[in-house]
């Protein structure tokens, strides 16, 4: 029978594998051949690519069983290579580096897994406070924004006094952000987002990043103001007038900024006409003649005169 053994990192076998082998199977079947490569894996901080090929021309509990047998050390040292990898050593300063080096290669979940226990390995050393906002922005640029979130905030509450406390909130911002899908689906991330950008302006208004999170908070109302419009739209198509006037009263007061208004004073001015308000129809289409004389929705409104 043809036999393999493990020696020095290598699967060696230790006869040449033809049409004799496994003398046991051969009455039932006619030919089998496993071919494969020797692997070298040294045990480093990277792992050496491993090329394993076990070619089964035919099959059964046997030989399915030897195949698990043989690909279990595979996966064993595999295993034990990788693991060595992320292991914190004794130095917080060589642990810090090493998780730099990773954030650098773009290893970023790599980088969130090794600072995992950071903390715990090295409480008290000068590190520990950074290695917990890198790692933050590490499940951030992981697209983990969940975790990201629970990271930054803990890191705001925490430390509030951090020279870079403007940044875990910006963070947290940036987090809720990138959760955000369109404008029909539930908006509690846009909220959540609003919130966020606006104690940052609010608490660190000379930050470097203020300017950013102004532009991305009007981004933010924007998007609320066209979700709140097309919801509105929907209730006047269903003639629900009450329901649609609600929304685009809500528009009005909450989002003055945004492009949604000249649409939602339109819609509003309808609703009104549609409930038999004619003066609140007609005083809106001034208001909407007003501040957008050469609009669409001005000429249209024109109805409501």
């Given at each position: 029978?043809?036999?393999?053994?493990?020696?020095?990192?290598?699967?060696?076998?230790?006869?040449?594998?033809?049409?004799?082998?496994f003398?046991?199977?051969?009455?039932?079947?006619?030919?089998?051949?496993?071919?494969?490569?020797?692997?070298?894996?040294?045990?480093?901080?990277?792992?050496?690519?491993?090329?394993?090929?076990?070619?089964?021309?035919?099959?059964?509990?046997?030989?399915?069983?030897?195949?698990?047998?043989?690909?279990?050390?595979?996966?064993?040292?595999?295993?034990?290579?990788?693991?060595?990898?992320?292991?914190?050593?004794?130095?917080?300063?060589?642990?810090?580096?090493?998780?730099k080096?990773?954030?650098?290669?773009?290893?970023?979940?790599k980088?969130?897994?090794?600072?995992?226990?950071?903390?715990?390995?090295?409480?008290?050393?000068?590190?520990?406070?950074?290695?917990e906002?890198?790692?933050?922005?590490?499940?951030?640029?992981?697209?983990?924004?969940?975790?990201a979130?629970?990271?930054?905030?803990?890191?705001?509450?925490?430390?509030?006094?951090?020279?870079?406390?403007?940044?875990?909130?910006?963070?947290?911002?940036?987090?809720?952000?990138?959760?955000?899908?369109?404008?029909?689906?539930?908006?509690?991330?846009?909220?959540?987002?609003?919130?966020?950008?606006?104690?940052?302006?609010?608490?660190?208004?000379?930050?470097?990043?203020?300017?950013?999170?102004?532009?991305?908070?009007?981004?933010?109302?924007?998007?609320?103001?066209?979700?709140?419009?097309?919801?509105?739209?929907?209730?006047?198509?269903?003639?629900?007038?009450?329901?649609?006037?609600?929304?685009?009263?809500?528009?009005?007061?909450?989002?003055?900024?945004?492009?949604?208004?000249?649409?939602?004073?339109?819609?509003?001015?309808?609703?009104?006409?549609?409930?038999g308000?004619?003066?609140?129809?007609?005083?809106?289409?001034?208001?909407?003649?007003?501040?957008?004389?050469?609009?669409?929705?001005?000429?249209?409104?024109?109805?409501?005169?």
């Open positions: 029978m043809d036999s393999f053994r493990v020696h020095h990192g290598h699967f060696l076998r230790s006869q040449p594998c033809g049409t004799g082998c003398w046991p199977i051969q009455r039932y079947f006619s030919l089998m051949c496993i071919q494969h490569t020797a692997l070298e894996m040294p045990c480093n901080n990277s792992i050496t690519a491993v090329s394993l090929r076990l070619d089964f021309m035919l099959t059964g509990p046997r030989l399915r069983r030897m195949k698990n047998m043989l690909l279990l050390p595979l996966l064993l040292m595999l295993a034990s290579c990788a693991g060595t990898e992320l292991l914190p050593s004794e130095s917080a300063k060589i642990d810090y580096e090493k998780a080096a990773m954030l650098e290669n773009g290893d970023y979940g980088a969130n897994r090794f600072l995992e226990n950071f903390s715990a390995q090295h409480p008290y050393s000068q590190y520990a406070v950074q290695a906002l890198i790692r933050a922005f590490a499940s951030y640029k992981a697209k983990e924004y969940v975790l979130e629970t990271l930054s905030e803990r890191f705001a509450e925490r430390h509030p006094r951090h020279p870079d406390v403007a940044y875990a909130k910006y963070l947290l911002a940036m987090s809720h952000f990138k959760q955000i899908t369109n404008i029909e689906h539930d908006q509690t991330q846009t909220k959540l987002s609003i919130e966020a950008f606006r104690r940052l302006l609010k608490e660190h208004p000379k930050s470097s990043y203020a300017k950013d999170g102004g532009k991305r908070l009007q981004r933010l109302y924007n998007m609320l103001a066209s979700h709140e419009l097309t919801v509105g739209k929907f209730y006047f198509d269903k003639e629900r007038y009450v329901a649609a006037l609600n929304r685009f009263q809500g528009i009005i007061k909450k989002y003055q900024t945004t492009p949604a208004i000249e649409e939602a004073l339109y819609y509003l001015a309808a609703s009104y006409a549609k409930l308000i004619s003066e609140g129809a007609r005083d809106t289409a001034i208001l909407l003649r007003h501040n957008y004389p050469k609009g669409e929705w001005s000429s249209r409104a024109a109805e409501f005169l």
